[in-house]
């Protein structure tokens, strides 16, 4: 099972608030065991919303695009994960062992080839094979 777990903003991050020397260190430590255990897939950190954009689409094909920042911190993101365990279980011991404090993190599991059953065709399966193996050939490049 793959999970995204989602740390939310907050006033900091979002005045792009660098973290300290410890906190660097404490986050590394922290992916660094992630890395061992063969459960991190990727993990980064994001710049504040005041460097990024939404792009709204009005139902009839027209899109806007609308730069940052925007107004509930607390609904941004700030970084992520994506990691691979076995269990709800397993990827919850994780995240409670994530060096923070006074911060919020959003589990969300992430859908696999299997859960979208009948709907996706064996055609639709092979294109998404194929796209997958691409994108795993452009990384090792």
Partial sequence: MRYMVIVKANEDTENGVMPTEQELAEMGAYNEELVKAGVMLAGDGLHPSSRGFRVRYDGEGKSTVVDGPFAESKELIAGYWILQVSSREEIEEWVRRAPFRND??????????????????????????????????????
Wanted: no cysteine; glycine share 2%.
């Fill in 104 to 141: 919020e993190l959003e589990v969300r599991q992430v859908f696999e080839v299997d859960d979208f059953g009948d709907a996706f065709t064996p055609e639709l399966r092979e294109r998404d094979d194929r796209l997958r193996a691409m994108v795993e050939a452009q990384q090792k490049s």
